[in-house]
């Protein structure tokens, strides 16, 4: 079982916030590899997969930045009609919640690698074994 460290990071909904905090990455070398952002009206939680976590982590804390690290499962989806559907549909046949799930950019055509929260990552990489699909390792997540 490889996960995927995700952070989730609360942004506060007001202009410059994502910038100060993207920058505060870049300027740090730290590259993002997926996002996904979800947000309310005072404030958001932006969800990234970066090349550097722990680098990304002691960077955060050091700056004062309200988050948690998530694991994540990273599953290479054919890039099909009902690609999609056959993952899920391996996960519900062994009982694993998905909580929320997002696109994640690669360079390999036929492939959409897809990012998954899930209640039970170890049921969750077997039932993916089992019906014969792939999943990322963390390297491949972090570095492409």
Do not use: C, H
């Amino acid at each position: 079982m490889n996960t995927i460290k995700q952070f989730s990071i609360f942004v506060e909904n007001r202009q410059g916030k994502m910038a100060e905090l993207t920058r505060l990455l870049a300027d740090a070398g730290i590259d993002l590899r997926t996002l996904s952002l979800a947000d309310t009206r005072d404030f958001g939680i932006l969800r990234i997969i970066v090349n550097q976590p722990e680098q990304a982590e002691a960077l955060l804390r050091e700056n004062g930045w309200t988050f948690q690290v998530t694991p994540v499962i990273g599953v290479k989806v054919p890039d099909r009609p009902g690609g999609v559907a056959e993952v899920l549909e391996a996960l519900d046949a062994a009982n694993v919640n998905v909580e929320y799930m997002y696109a994640f950019v690669n360079r390999i055509p036929g492939r959409a690698d897809t990012i998954f929260r899930v209640d039970n990552e170890e049921a969750a990489f077997r039932a993916l074994t089992e019906k014969g699909i792939d999943t990322l390792e963390a390297d491949e997540a972090y570095n492409g």
